[in-house]
C-alpha cells in the first residue's frame, strides 16, 4: 500500500492534496496550521498538529512513507522539513516545493536534500505549456465541438471493432456526456471473436449495433463522431456523405480528413492513448470498466507492447494501471474458445502449404472469419516459419489474414501489393489482411474448380508479392507444377484489351493439365472482370474501395467492410 507524507500546507499542498487523498494508499499530514487541520480532519485524512521541521516529531510517527512532500509557503521551513525528512527517512523519494520568494540559498539548501525541487516559476510555466501548447489546444477545441453539439452524438467505432476502437469510444462518450451530449456508441458488423464479447460483457459496455438496412435509424442523431478510423464509408457502413463532427484515430490518412475537429496521431500505438490523454487534460476520474477497458485497448493495439509502442503508450498505461480491474482484465484474456474457431484451426493446421519460411493455408467455408487470425497466429509459431497467411470464405467473400515476424517483409505493403487492385486489403508490417468478393464467378457446381480458384488468387498473388519485396524471408519461390504463375498473372492483369474472351470454368473440357490450367485462368479472369458482357463490376467495387485502417487482430481481421486488416490481436 501507497504511504506519502505531507509536511506543511500552504495553498499548493491544499491543491495537492484534493488531487491524491482519494487515491489508494495511506496519507499522513504534519502541519502547525490549526484551522487546515481540523478541516482535513472533516475529510478523514490523519492530521498530527506539529512542527514539520522538527526530527523528533518525525520519528514519532507509527508508519515509515514511501515518499514525503515539503510544500508549505514559507522558504525557510520548507528547507528544514525537507532536512528533517531527510534525516528521518534517507530512502524515501523527497519532493519539496521552494515556496514564494524563495531566495538562491534557500533553493540551493533544498537542492541538497530533496530528489525534485518544484518552485512557482515551474509550476507556472508547466500549467502554461500544457494549457497553450498543441495537445492543449487540441484538448479545447475538442471540448467546444461537444459543447457545440445541439443533442445526441453517435460514437462510431470501425466495423466490427475490436477493443481499441470499443474502449476509445465509451471513453469519448464519458467526455460527450460531461459536455451534456446524449451519447449512443454505436457500430456496424458483429463482436464475433470470443475475446471481445467478453471484453464488452464483462465491463458491461453499452453499444448498438447499427443496421444497414435501417438507414433511418440514423435520423435520431444530431452529429457523429469516428475512433479508430477516420472516414465514413470507409471501414464503416455509415453513408459516405455523412457529416462528421470528431475524428480521433491513431492511423495515418491516405487523404485529408474532413470533420469539425480532427486529431490523427500516428506516432502512438493506439487510439486508447489518445484518450486517456484527453481524459487527463479534462481532469477526469477515469471509472474503473473504461480504466480496464482503455489499459486492454492498448495492449492489444501494441501486441502487449511489442508493436509500434511509443512512450505516451506506456505513459498512458501507467496512468490506468491503478484504477483498472486486473482481475476481470485476466477474465477477459482467457475466454473460452469455440468449437468452430478450433476446427478452422485443425483445418489450417492439416491444409498448410509451405514455400521457404512462409506458410499458407486455405480453410474452405467457414462462418467465422475472427478464426482466420487466430489460425495465423497460430501457425506463426511453427519452426522455420517466418510468415504465415490463412484464407478462407465466408458468404462469397475471400478473407486472408497474416502474420509475420521479424523485419524482413512489410505484410500490409505485401497485401496491397497482391490484392490491391482485385479487393480491399493492408495492415502493418507484421499483421495484416485482405478481402476480395468473389462476385457473380460461376464455377457449375464444381467444388474442385472454386477450391483452385480461391487458391490461384490467394496463395499466388501472395507469394509473387512477397517474392518481388524480400528475397531473404522467401528465397526462391518456385511455381507449383500444376499451374504456370507466369500465365496466371498475365492472363488476370487488369485493363485486359476488350477483344478478349472470357470463358467459365464449365466451357473446358476435363482432361488435360493445359486445359485444365486455361479452366482455372478463365475462372479468375471472370472474377476479375466482370461478366460474360464485360460488366467488369469486381473492378469498380475495388475501385471504389479504399483499404480500412485495422485488422483488429483481436478477432476481426479487420475492421471489415473493406479491410485494411490486422490492427490488434490479443491472442
Known sequence: MLSRLVLGLGPTAADLLDAISDDRGELAVVTQDEHRAETLRADGINVLEADQTDPSVLAGLDFHPESVIVASEDPERNGGAATAARDCFPDVF??????????????DRLDSVADRVVTPESVVTDYVTQSVGDEGTRAR??????????????????????PDAIASAVALGALAERADCEVTICYYGEISHQENRAFVNLLEFDLRNLDTDSPDELEAFDAFALVDHSRAGVNDQLPPETPIDIVIDHHPPRVPIEA????????????STLLVDYLQRFNVDIPTPIATGLLFGIQVDTKDFRREVAAADFEAAAHLVTDADMATLQRIEDPSVSAETLSVIGRAIANREQEGSVLLTGVGEISDRDALAQAADRLLDL????????????????????????????????LRDAFGQIGSAGGHADMAGAQIDLGMITVDDREESLEEIVRSIVSDRFLDAIQSRSHRLLGRVYARSDYDVTAFTESTALGRD???TIATAGDAPAGSNEDTATDWNSDVMFLENGDENGSDESEQAADAAEPTDDESEHGEDSPETLVEPDDSEPS
Not at 475538442?142 to 471493432?161: E, F, G, K, M, S
Not at 469539425?260 to 487510439?271: E, Q
Open 498 to 500: 476488350s477483344g478478349d
Open 260 to 271: 469539425r475537429f480532427v486529431d490523427l496521431r500516428s506516432g502512438v500505438g493506439a487510439t
Open 141 to 162: 477545441q475538442l471540448h467546444q465541438v461537444l459543447r457545440d453539439i445541439d443533442d445526441h452524438l453517435a460514437v462510431v467505432t470501425h466495423d466490427n471493432p475490436d
Open 383 to 414: 519452426e522455420g516459419v517466418q510468415a504465415t497467411m490463412v484464407y478462407g470464405v465466408v458468404d462469397g467473400t475471400i478473407y486472408a489474414s497474416a502474420r509475420a515476424r521479424g523485419a524482413d517483409i512489410d505484410l500490409g505493403e505485401a
Open 94 to 107: 523527497l519532493l519539496a516545493y521552494a515556496g514564494r520568494g524563495a531566495t538562491a540559498d534557500q533553493r
